[in-house]
């Protein structure tokens, strides 16, 4: 069985857990603390040199170390459900609202996030190197994150689902990132009614619990 290195409270590992949901894949979960800097330990480095959460820990002892290499193996090897789109022009749409939802929205908020939370002094950028603050990204963060849910607003005024007609992984990385936009006191689903409409609508799903 898989090893899911984890961390409840953050944002990333919580993608992995979604999507390992939706597949049916049973995973063993070790936590690794974020908040004592167990990920940046000799140990968790040996395992994965990325300082970062999530890693699946394969049963031949490979170890994926990111939400890209994960959701790439759980595709292939448990095609179904496909969550990254069956025909050419769908995997294209899912990897573009993926990828937008990522880096527009997401990361957006980790950026407001990390250049302005004490507890984030010096580890503004994740990864094994001290990294120290930017106020002023913090700001940008916040601009750049509300921009986004325009957008996604708009795109979701006629649709169920984010890309295709189906539940996607562009709906795990949305879901992961309206519900973190909270530690920055932005709240989408108050402000935008179609996010609003879209993340109700997938309340119920037993995934979004993983």
Not at 46 to 56: E, G, H, K, S, Y
């Amino acid at each position: 069985m898989p090893t899911l290195y984890d961390f409840t409270m953050a944002p990333s590992p919580r993608r992995a857990r979604i999507l390992l949901a939706e597949k049916g894949i049973a995973c063993q979960n070790v936590q690794v603390n974020l908040m004592t800097g167990e990920h940046l330990g000799d140990a968790f480095r040996a395992l994965n040199p990325q300082c970062t959460v999530p890693a699946l820990q394969l049963d031949d002892g490979t170890v994926l170390p990111d939400n890209a290499a994960i959701a790439a193996w759980a595709e292939a090897a448990h095609p179904e459900p496909a969550l990254m789109g069956r025909t050419p022009l769908e995997k294209a749409e899912v990897a573009s609202w993926n990828s937008r939802t990522e880096f527009e929205g997401l990361l957006a908020i980790a950026e407001a996030l990390r250049n302005s939370a004490p507890a984030m002094k010096g580890r503004a950028l994740t990864g094994p190197a001290a990294v120290d603050q930017i106020p002023e990204l913090a700001q940008r963060g916040l601009a750049r994150a509300q921009r986004f849910f325009d957008v996604l607003d708009a795109h979701l005024a006629e649709r169920e689902f984010i890309a295709t007609d189906r539940f996607s992984i562009a709906d795990i990385t949305a879901v992961v990132m309206v519900d973190f936009a909270r530690v920055v006191r932005l709240k989408p689903v108050e402000t935008h009614p179609n996010i609003r409409r879209w993340r109700e609508a997938l309340a119920s799903r037993p995934s979004l619990s993983a």
